[in-house]
Nanobody, 126 residues
């Protein structure tokens, strides 16, 4: 099994940037597809972005396309989420998640991810 730990959250003004990290341990991250989800109060957890095990393909929610970038450094067992041009509606707890490298379910399917971090808060005041 893989364990995931997020870091890098915080408070940032609208228009600013943050980079989240997701450090994996237990097994190599290269064995998994991975992604980021977020959840704000009274809302369901929603897909943000995902990346294939090799890092060759990425997928984004329309709401973050062009502003967020997912990447992974398999040599260092870490995944990143670079968030630019942040908006108040980006405020949420951000979770990294992982699933098997051959999983063919929709990237947006929250139930298809077997491993989750504890989450990191991102706050963008209005």
């Amino acid at each position: 099994q893989v364990q995931l730990v997020e870091s890098g959250g915080g408070l940032v003004q609208a228009g600013g940037s943050l980079r989240l990290s997701c450090a994996a341990s237990g097994r190599t991250l290269s064995s998994y597809q991975a992604g980021w989800f977020r959840q704000s109060p009274a809302k369901e957890r929603e897909f943000v972005t995902a990346i294939t095990a090799s890092g060759g393909n990425t997928f984004y929610a329309d709401s973050v396309k062009g502003r967020f970038t997912i990447s992974r450094d398999n040599a260092n067992n870490t995944m990143y989420l670079q968030m630019n041009s942040l908006k108040p509606e980006d405020t949420a707890v951000y979770y990294c998640a992982a699933r098997g490298s051959y999983d063919s379910r929709r990237w947006t399917d929250v139930n298809s991810y077997n491993y989750w971090g504890q989450g990191t808060q991102v706050t963008v005041p209005s």
